[in-house]
């Protein structure tokens, strides 16, 4: 684990992405659910909340998302949940924090995930046009990354994990 300067939450503190996960597990939808709660609490701009998710389980949609992301992150095809993370612009507004707001409301989503018990690890690598033609997003929704979610696998380890010390952050 990573050294830490300062004493931060323990969910804060023990959160990492693992690399792999475990391909039999399931993860119930009660705790998607929860997830999306805590992203649905997180801060936005104006209140816009200008987030959507397409969650996709072991079933239809998850088969759907699994298409654009097989050839390219082939690793999240075994983790327990791949949630599609989506934001819309704002055409009202010359200065957009859509993007921005989109990463908080992920970023409580790692930390609800944390608290579950599960792992979440986000990723940008996946075909964006064709699975916004397959879920008919249009222009109105941008997919940007892709959450896999559950336990890690075997081999599965934050070992390893490095952060800048904290004097690096500032200016």
């Known amino acids: ?12 503190r023990g959160r990492w992405s693992p690399r792999n996960f475990d391909s039999t597990h399931d993860i119930a939808r009660e705790d998607i659910d929860m997830m999306l709660e805590a992203a649905r609490w997180a801060p936005s701009a104006m209140n816009r909340q200008p987030w959507k998710f397409i969650v996709g389980l072991r079933d239809e949609t998850r088969e759907r998302i699994d298409k654009h992301v097989r050839g390219y992150s082939d690793w999240a095809l075994d983790a327990s949940a791949l ?3 989506c934001y819309q612009k ?3 507004s010359a200065l957009d924090f859509a993007l921005y707001d989109l990463g908080g409301a992920v970023a409580h989503m790692s930390v609800e995930a944390e608290d579950i018990g599960a792992k979440l690890r986000q990723f940008a690598t996946f075909d964006r046009d064709g699975l916004a033609n397959e879920f008919g997003l249009g222009d109105e929704w941008i997919p940007v990354t892709i959450c896999a979610v559950g336990t890690p696998g075997e ?12 004097s690096e ?3």
């Not at 684990?1 to 323990?10: G, R």
């Not at 081999?155 to 904290?166: D, L």
Request: charged share 20%; aromatic share 6%; hydrophobic share 40%.
């Open 90 to 92: 704002n055409p009202d």
């Open 83 to 85: 949630i599609v993370n």
């Open 1 to 12: 684990m990573a050294n830490h300067t300062h004493e931060i939450n323990d969910l804060l």
């Open 155 to 166: 081999m599965a380890s934050s070992f390893g994990r490095e952060r800048k010390p904290a």
């Open 169 to 171: 952050l500032t200016f």
